[in-house]
Structure formats: C-alpha cells, structure tokens
C-alpha cells in the first residue's frame, strides 16, 4: 500500500497529500481487482462446471481490463485537461466492478476465487465511488 | 476493417449488422489509435528535441492505454448490463483522444509521428461519438 | 498494413527498410491475433457449450495478453541492448501462437471462432519466425 | 503478498505449494515493477530536465508492458502445456528488468522515482530467475 504513496510523491509536482491518499488507494484497490478478476475467469475455465460459470468468467475479463488500464492512467500526474477524461474511466471501472461484484456473489457459496473477486470488486468499487467524489 | 467484423459475426448471438459494424469501426479506430500513440510516444522519446515533446509523449501513453482496453472489451459481446459502462469507457476513450489529437497538432509540422497520431485519434474520437449516439 | 510501416518509418533513425517491413508484418499480425483470440474466448464463453471450450478460452487469453504486450514494444525503436529481451518475448509469443493454433483446430469444424482464431494465430507464428531469424 | 497466494490456492488443481509460492512472489514484483515503471516513465516525463530522461522513460515502458502481461500469465494455471512459453515470457520479463535497473540507476542520484523504480526492477529480475530455475 504505501508503496504506492511513495511512487506518487516522486514525482515532480505531486498531488496535494488528500488526492494523493486516495488516488494511491484507487491504484491499489484497481490493480488488486485487476489481478482477482484474472484468477477467477481463470479459475472458473478451470472448474469442473465452466459451462455455469462462462458468464461470470466474461464479466470477470472485462473488469480486469479496465481495471489494469485505470491503474496505469492514475499512476500518471494528473492535469487538469485530464481530469475529465479520468473522471469516466473510473466511473467505467466501478460500473464493471459493480458487475463482477454482483455476479461473483451468486458463486461465491461455491468456488473460493469468487468469494475474493467480490471482494476485490466490491472494494474496488468503494475506491472508484470516493475518488469520484474528489476529483 | 472486414476483419474485425468477421470476428464479431462469428460470435452466438452477435448484434444487428448496423451495431456490429459501427463496433468493427470503434476496434479499428481504436486500436490504429493505440498503436500510433504508442509509435508517438517512443517517437517523441528519441527525437533530439525529446524534453520539449514529453507533455505530447504523456499524453498518447494515457491514450493507447484506454484505446487497447476499450478495444478489446469492445470485443466482446455487447450486454444489456454491461451498456452503460462501456458507455463511459467509450466516453473516457472520446475524451483522451481529443487530448491527443490537440497535442500533437501542436507538432504536427515538425514531426511526422505526430501527425500520424493527430490522424488516429480524430479518427478514433469519431467513431467514439458515432458508437456513443447508437449503443 | 502500410498504416504501420508509416508508424515505424516516421520514428528518428527508423530501421532499414527490411527489418522495418519484418517488424511491421509482426505488429499487424500479433495485433489481429490479439483481437481474434479476445473475441475467440469470448466466443467461446457465449456457446451453449461453453464448458467444453473452457480450454480452449483460457489457452486464448494468455495468447491475446502476450501478442499485445509485444505488439507494443516492437512499436518502440528496436536499440542493440533490448534485442535480447525482444527476441524471447517473441519466442514466447510465437509459443502461445502455437498452443492456440492447435487448441483452436480442434473448434475450428463447429465454431467459426475457432477458425478465425487458428488462422490468425497460425499467421501470427509465422510472423514471429521470420522476425526472429532477422533479428 | 498472502493476497496473491490467496488467490491461486482457490483454483482448482493448484500448484504444490513451493511452485504456488514463487508464483505469487513473481506475480507481486511484476505488478510492483509494472507500476514503479509506469510511474518513473510519467514521472521522467514531467521533470524540467526530461530530455536527458527520455532514454529512461523509454526503457520504463517495455518494461511496464512486459510486467503486466507476465503477471496477467502467471495468475492463470501453469499447464505442462505452457511451461515453455511461459518460460521464454519470463526470460523477457528478466531482461526488460535488468535493462531498467541499469538505466534508472544512472539517475537514482537525482531522482526519487528512478530509486524506486531500480529497487522495483531488481526485486522482479530475481523473482524471474527464482522461478526460472523452479518451472
């Protein structure tokens, strides 16, 4: 986690230390679903029953995407030309999050790598929802 | 351009031939988009001039980032669920490469990676706002 | 095709013009495998039988992820010191070309998919080859 | 890190737990190395002096690109199958890292992110050769 803190403050012209916390917290809980949601559409190709779990497997892929893709744009300074742009990518993210949250529960019961998928998602979608409201 | 199409006609269940081809027109948009701001930004990086190029080589990596993403969630099939957050990532898509393509106007004279990438990023953010207005 | 030989053409000290057309061949054809090995696990998780292409989908999304990782840096000026590494990045996607090529000619009869999937994998491999004996 | 271990004990069928162990070491410092790099590219971009960076800037971004896609790979089943190009993807990965630790550590004097970055690509280039030796 602090890692993170730390590659945004070596840059020139860093955030102000609030925007920071949060962007920081964004990469985090983005690149952590990232990874979450390529286990688990792995992991559900890998189960006896794929067929069930196909859907989920594909919403799975989508979110990690965009999550991966989120991550790398806030590790980069954030202008002010840019501010919009990045404002729908993260409202991208949470409504893919919101989706893999959501379809992960109706499996998490049964396989494991849902359970933390909708966990990932779901504390992804938190970060998106209060970055939002700071940028 | 045909290719594209091919690939989304070969799906189950695939959109009707008026959507399918404006998505088969966004991949393609999109990912000529990231390769040029990709090729852009390593230009800008190796030309003598590269510390007056660095805000024009920050902006196309922001931009291939969201265009390769977009492009390959645009891939796959299009559900009712999943509309409006590929809404917004089309969106932050419009919205880098309208940064891109004013960017590398600003150097488009001087340098021929720029005006290849001003080029695909007008083009990208056309085919952004054509799927935008039928999705 | 040629839109990427300008990309590469219009770059400070371009490669001369053999390699340059090798580099661009790999480009197109790892970025089209890209594409149709997304929309082929995608596919494949939309078929009614999707549990039985569950291996055929995961074998095409580590394909998808490596043809675009290198697809993007053989957009990059190809300097003395990154050859190496750039040959077994594309040693190893020419390996997951492969693992596709032969994981989607066993669709290919009943999925059209599959089919454009082996084809553009097989065309993929071919092209890392033949860069790999230029560079 | 007991996160990225979390996740590849819930596939089915994982790797016994020394294999399962490095990994999600190599995982964690290709995800890690992805970002430092991400960030020192962006940062070297927005310095006063990014002429004499953009060598590094370069270098930072193969080396993001072959993180991510490395890291995507790993946490999917390490099949027999894919153990060869699995193994040439880290060769890659290695010598991506060593370049980046070289190049930043020319300018880790006088640039926190080109420090962390270093620090970043050195820890990934050993969790390659460590599972190197293991698969």
Redesign the interface.
């Given at each position: 986690m602090s890692?993170?803190i730390?590659?945004?403050?070596?840059?020139?012209?860093p955030p102000e230390p609030g925007t920071l916390a949060l962007l920081a917290a964004f990469?985090d809980a983005a690149?952590?679903c990232a990874?979450?949601c390529?286990?688990c559409?792995?992991?559900?190709?890998?189960?006896?029953?794929?067929?069930?779990l196909?859907?989920c497997?594909?919403?799975c892929?989508?979110c990690?995407?965009?999550c991966?893709?989120a991550?790398?744009?806030a590790?980069?300074?954030l202008s002010a030309?840019?501010r919009?742009?990045?404002a729908?990518?993260v409202?991208?993210c949470?409504?893919?999050c919101?989706?893999t949250a959501r379809e992960c529960f109706r499996h998490e019961m049964h396989?494991?790598?849902c359970?933390?998928c909708m966990e990932a998602s779901r504390a992804c979608l938190e970060a998106c929802e209060t970055l939002l409201e700071a940028i």
């Open positions: 890692g993170t730390e590659l945004l403050e070596a840059q020139p012209n990469i690149r952590a990874s979450a390529t286990a559409a792995a992991g559900c190709l890998a189960e006896s029953d794929a067929g069930r196909a859907q497997a594909a919403t892929l989508d990690a995407d965009v991966d893709a991550a790398r744009i590790l980069r300074p030309a840019r919009e742009a990045m729908a990518l409202q991208a949470a409504g893919m919101e989706l396989h494991q790598h359970r933390l």
